[in-house]
């Protein structure tokens, strides 16, 4: 008979994603993950088969609670102006980096390493990044300075935004100067103010 598995599958998952953080796809070593899970190596190959499927449920771990979390903050109907919800949005990451928080986004970080040559890394990717711009999209449509432009133009202005939030949780991770965030927010809040006007 076989011994009951001794963790919970969800907690794992969240000590992964700390030590992929931490070191990245790539140069999260075996004994890294070991250490960091506190799993043997029989119990992570058992449960999780190998480290690419391990990451594969870490991205999508990471895009239900970060991702959810954003998107539930730009579609938050009890704030009527979408540029508000923006704001919002890039005001609390400006407000982690000022508490000291330079783990910067898990995604983020991995859309410039090197795993995004595997395709299925890949994708999980894209389907998180998506998740944001879809959320920045709909956040332009309940904007009465955004909403009655064609559908590509307000497409577009969500692709900078996305940009601009890719870049600062980057930035957030390069622990550069929290001045150069600030400035940044301040950009798209006039970026926000001048498209559409």
């Known amino acids: 008979m ?3 598995r001794e963790f919970k599958t969800d907690d794992a998952i969240k000590k992964a994603a700390n030590v992929f953080w931490e070191k990245g796809y790539l140069e999260a070593s075996l004994p890294d993950l ?3 899970m506190g799993l043997t190596r029989g119990s992570l190959y058992k449960a999780f088969k ?10 999508a771990h990471y895009e239900e609670e970060a991702v959810g979390a954003a998107k539930a903050c730009l579609t938050d109907s009890s704030v009527p102006d979408g540029r508000d919800r923006i704001l919002s949005l890039f005001a609390a990451l400006c407000a982690a980096v000022a ?3 330079t783990r910067g986004c898990l995604l983020c970080s991995a859309a410039a390493g090197y795993e995004m040559s595997d395709p299925d890394i890949a994708a999980a990717v894209e389907k998180g990044m998506s998740g944001i711009r879809e959320g920045l999209e709909a956040a332009l449509n309940d904007s009465p300075l955004h909403a009655e432009m064609p559908d590509v ?3 577009a202005i969500a692709n900078v935004l996305l940009t601009q939030y890719i870049g600062l949780r980057v930035l ?3 622990r550069m100067p929290l001045g150069i965030v600030e400035q940044s927010v301040d950009s798209i809040r006039r970026l926000l103010e001048m498209d559409g006007a």
Request: hydrophobic share 40%.
């Open 2 to 4: 076989a011994r009951p």
């Open 34 to 36: 070991l250490d960091g």
């Open 50 to 59: 190998d480290k690419k499927t391990l990451f594969l449920l870490v991205l």
């Open 99 to 101: 508490a000291g928080d």
């Open 153 to 155: 133009e307000r497409r």
């Open 172 to 174: 957030a991770r390069s």
